[in-house]
């Protein structure tokens, strides 16, 4: 069964680094996503990406976050300088429809 | 503001019962469709049921089937004859299609299964 991956599986970074979380979708989806879930709380929506392009982000997705699909299968989500507020499991989803969305293992990014 | 709210932080059953996880939800959209992830210890999002909010019929997935109460905002899993595989962390989620897509999440219900 085609499944959405993620690597790494755990990043360790200092703050005011700059990281890229990569996604490998699913091969026939269109809509790409990316959350965060910060330990111990809720899953929360950081951006939508459909036809090369930005369709819907948070208000946590400001300018020190950027996603790019540079090829036809990575999905990356990068993170300019990050704090230590960032730590986080990051997940990445794909969906065919918009209707229905698959998630990735998640990449637990750690800030020190 | 959009919200799902889910009442009950843990939850505990015994193996082969049934158990019913909660959750409310609030939007404004007409387009929307309501979700249950599972998240086991490895922190994996693991799609469970899905419901269209135009459909009056509650979905169904094998053990697993939902009580949609759409004029009540209500939208609550049922799982029966529990297993041990259950215990999870439950999700519920409402997809917003004219809002890009996004899923909004609840706070989660822990369920633990007891042999």
């Known amino acids: 069964e085609p499944e959405v991956t993620q690597t790494p599986s755990h990043q360790v970074t200092q703050m005011g680094q700059e990281v890229i979380l990569r996604c490998v979708p699913i091969?026939?989806?269109?809509?790409f996503y990316w959350y965060r879930q910060i330990l111990g709380q809720k899953v929360e929506f950081l951006v939508s990406f459909y036809n090369n392009e930005i369709s819907e982000k948070s208000e946590i997705f400001d300018d020190q976050f950027s996603v790019e699909r540079p090829d036809g299968s990575n999905f990356t989500l990068k993170i300019r300088s990050t704090k230590l507020e960032d730590s986080a499991m990051y997940f990445c989803?794909?969906?065919?429809?918009?209707?229905?969305?698959?998630f990735g293992p998640g990449t637990r990014l750690t800030v020190t | 503001a959009q919200t799902v709210t889910q009442s009950q932080p843990e939850m505990s059953v015994q193996e082969a019962e049934t158990v019913t996880l909660s959750c409310t939800y609030d939007t404004s959209e007409s387009d929307y469709y309501l979700f249950w992830y599972k998240q086991p210890p490895s922190r994996q999002m693991i799609l469970v049921i899905r419901q269209e909010a135009y459909k009056q019929q509650n979905a169904t997935e094998n053990r697993f089937s939902v009580n949609f109460q759409k004029a009540a905002k209500s939208f609550s899993l049922k799982i029966s004859d529990s297993q041990l595989g259950d215990a999870a962390m439950y999700f519920c989620a409402c997809l917003l299609y004219n809002q890009g897509g996004k899923l909004i999440f609840g706070q989660g219900t822990e369920l633990s299964v007891k042999p």
């Open positions: 989803a794909s969906s065919e429809t918009a209707y229905e969305q698959y």
């Open positions: 091969s026939n989806h269109l809509y």
